[in-house]
């Protein structure tokens, strides 16, 4: 694939619109059923849990922002496990994340309708359900095609849609608050124990996936190297202390008693009655459909970034690697996901890929920090290369000492040196920690879509690679 055709992708995501990226990568339906699971697992001691793994998770964050500011392009995870470890992993990586990506799309489509249907109940059956998602799919299919700056407008509205009223059912619950008698109860919150804490831990970690949503679209980010960093660090922070806050407003206010309806808009009846468990309700809605929007314009620049680095081959490869010139997207690539999508949905194909759909995702993850590691490992040693043959020329060796930079023997590294070093442990500590709590299912089904795209590769796709590329 040519650069040139690369460089038509428009740079239309700035600060702002990184940080919303990753916002609704992350709020979407899961944080409606969060709070009662969280509950029922770990009681007063639920909201201190996001702290506390949402620090671990932030690890992982800061990976991917070290990732984005080294490789500046166009497709995340299949382009650093490309540079990590060459084609095969990098043709493996992106299969099973877009895999895994779409079918989130899929699911979600489920759940916008399921919340829609309380409002709405025709929605949520019969010929009704299937007229609801071709049109949201066709809807999300054209948003995206007809230009970036378009789609992150409308995803900058439903931000504010999605944000305003949770921010008044935080402000208000907290205000009508007893803080007296809350915080006497949170005095006497007791750790659980550890078995305990893990199945929580493993909840919290869960509504962390998806902040890896902004650096697929690096080649379309306004000085990504400074920008997608920041809004990782930032944006994952702000959602660790937002979901803090909402845990502990629903522990204090609705306690371990389950819910008829979704927690959120049960607490929002309490807090506001049925007006507010109404517009709880909407909000749900809009907060899918942004989750929905952030997938579709990530997901689709994987396809892109898989037949830019020719692991897509022949005349498939050529029109995914296409960019419309007038709307400056890859309009094909979007096409196809949002047919597959939404096949997916209208005949319910993807509740069986849905089952390793994390698994995928924290494998994907761990492919990344190992990658770092490389690259980091790498530079280390490039460093004391050029060191040493500064040393050299300088000065004639005269002992077995003098072989050897100065710096690399006798200076300590520094503690910013020595934190860049460790965090990716770490993050990988964290991931093989995760990845270790999967079911058996799960695994099996990874396995299978591993051996999928194993054959694709190796039957098929590598080949012409080598022709191509010969």
């Not at 007809?146 to 995803?155: C, N, P």
């Not at 305990?196 to 990504?224: K, N, Q």
């Not at 892109?304 to 309009?331: D, N, R, V, Y």
Request: aromatic share 10%.
């Amino acid at each position: 694939m040519s650069s040139e055709n690369k460089s038509l992708l428009s740079k239309g995501i700035g600060g702002i619109g990184a940080a919303l990226l990753v916002l609704n990568g992350l709020i979407g339906a899961g944080i409606f059923a969060l709070p009662a699971k969280m509950a029922a697992e770990l009681g007063a001691f639920s909201p201190y849990i996001f702290l506390i793994f949402g620090a671990l998770m932030l690890a992982i964050v800061w990976c991917f922002g070290q990732l984005a500011a080294l490789y500046q392009e166009t497709g995340g995870p299949v382009v650093y496990a490309q540079k990590g470890f060459g084609d095969a992993a990098a043709f493996q990586t992106g299969f099973i994340y877009y895999l895994a990506r779409a079918t989130a799309i899929a699911a979600n489509m489920h759940v916008l309708l399921l919340y829609a249907g309380y409002v709405w109940p025709e929605l949520n059956a019969g010929i009704g359900k299937s007229f609801a998602i071709i049109a949201l799919t066709t809807a999300l299919i054209v948003v995206n095609i007809v230009g970036l700056k378009a789609a992150m407008r409308s995803l900058d509205t439903i931000s504010v849609l999605k944000l305003l009223p949770f921010v008044a059912l935080i402000a208000v619950g907290y205000w009508q608050l007893d803080f007296s008698t809350a915080l006497t109860r949170s005095s006497e919150t007791v750790v659980p124990a550890f078995d305990t804490i893990s199945a929580g831990a493993l909840l919290t970690l869960y509504a962390f996936i998806g902040f890896e949503t902004v650096v697929v679209t690096s080649g379309e980010t306004s000085s990504p190297k400074k920008t997608i960093p920041r809004a990782l660090m930032l944006t994952v922070s702000g959602i660790a202390i937002f979901y803090f806050c909402v845990q502990w407003l629903y522990w204090h206010t609705v306690g371990p008693a389950k819910p008829d309806s979704a927690p959120l808009i049960a607490l929002a009846n309490m807090i506001f009655g049925e007006t507010g468990a109404l517009i709880m309700t909407l909000t749900a809605v809009v907060s899918v459909a942004g989750n929905l929007l952030a997938n579709m314009i990530s997901t689709s620049r994987l396809t892109f970034s898989m037949a830019q680095q020719s692991l897509i081959p022949g005349k498939l490869g050529q029109k995914l690697g296409e960019i419309h010139a007038p709307f400056a997207t890859p309009a094909v690539s979007i096409l196809i996901l949002g047919m597959f999508a939404g096949t997916m949905a209208l005949s319910g194909s993807f509740v069986w890929l849905a089952i390793s759909s994390v698994l995928a995702r924290l494998v994907v993850y761990a492919v990344c920090v190992v990658v770092l590691m490389k690259a980091q490992r790498a530079s280390f040693k490039r460093a004391s290369s050029q060191s040493a043959s500064s040393q050299s020329s300088l000065q004639p060796i005269t002992s077995e000492k003098d072989a050897y930079p100065k710096e690399a023997t006798a200076t300590p590294a520094s503690p910013v040196k020595l934190f860049r070093r460790l965090v990716p442990f770490v993050a990988l500590a964290v991931c093989v920690w995760s990845i270790a709590q999967s079911s058996t299912n799960a695994w099996l089904f990874l396995l299978g879509e591993l051996v999928v795209g194993a054959l694709l590769y190796f039957f098929y796709f590598a080949p012409s690679n080598k022709e191509s590329k010969g």
